[in-house]
T-cell receptor, first 111, second 114 residues
């Protein structure tokens, strides 16, 4: 049973527009959430995180929003750039040093 | 920039061979992890370590074994490789301090067993 769900396997966005990647989770014990970016043949790269005591965290073009009541988080990328084309993994932790990953969403930035 | 290394990056090997996937990190992290990932699927934790001489099995059952004799080194061994072991293996490390459970990943080893 998947605890972290990314229901969109892929997403295409025009360059310069906003990319919104969504993630849902089922475990109410999760208190720390992360987004990773992965290029083919490389390991995931940490992008941004958010603690459950916050509802928003921003880092440059990347913003993560957390809605605890809906058990939903989203990653906003604005403006989207060609180098953003990659697979994005949502992940969550319950404070036990283990991270549970979603299946990923492949983002295509169109010229 | 995370300093975590994995070798080899790619490995094609025949059934029955013994293999060791290497993972090293220079960040002094106590916690290290091995994940297995198939294309289009989530990363599954197969082993982790909280420090020297500490190893635990992860959520996904694996026939591989690990050792942690030095803080910086966390090798994974398959005694007898089988085609079902074909996958990408990702090593990670982190401080794991409460709400900063960020893990940093190596480039991965793509293993193909014929």
């Amino acid at each position: 049973d998947q605890q972290v769900k990314q229901n969109s396997p892929s997403l295409s966005v025009q360059e310069g527009r906003i990319s919104i990647l969504n993630c849902d989770y089922t475990n109410s014990m999760f208190d720390y959430f992360l987004w990773y970016k992965k290029y083919p043949a490389e390991g995931p790269t940490f992008l941004i995180s958010i603690s459950s005591i916050k509802d928003k965290n921003e880092d440059g073009r990347f913003t993560v929003f957390l809605n605890k009541s809906a058990k939903h988080l989203s990653l906003h990328i604005v403006p989207s750039q060609p180098g953003d084309s990659a697979v994005y993994f949502c992940a969550a932790s319950a404070g036990d040093d283990k991270i549970i990953f979603g299946k990923g969403t492949r983002l295509h930035i169109l010229p | 920039e995370a300093d975590i290394y994995q070798t080899p990056r790619y490995l094609v090997i025949g059934t029955g061979k013994k293999i060791t996937l290497e993972c090293s990190q220079t960040m002094g992290h106590d916690k290290m992890y091995w994940y297995q990932q198939d294309p289009g699927m989530e990363l599954h934790l197969i082993h982790y370590s909280y420090g020297v001489n500490s190893t635990e099995k992860g959520d996904l059952s694996s026939e591989s074994t690990v050792s942690r004799i030095r803080t910086e080194h966390f090798p994974l061994t398959l005694e007898s490789a089988r085609p079902s072991h074909t996958s990408q293996y990702l090593c990670a490390s982190g401080l794991g301090a409460g709400d900063t459970d960020t893990q940093y990943f190596g480039p991965g080893t793509r293993l193909t067993v014929l």
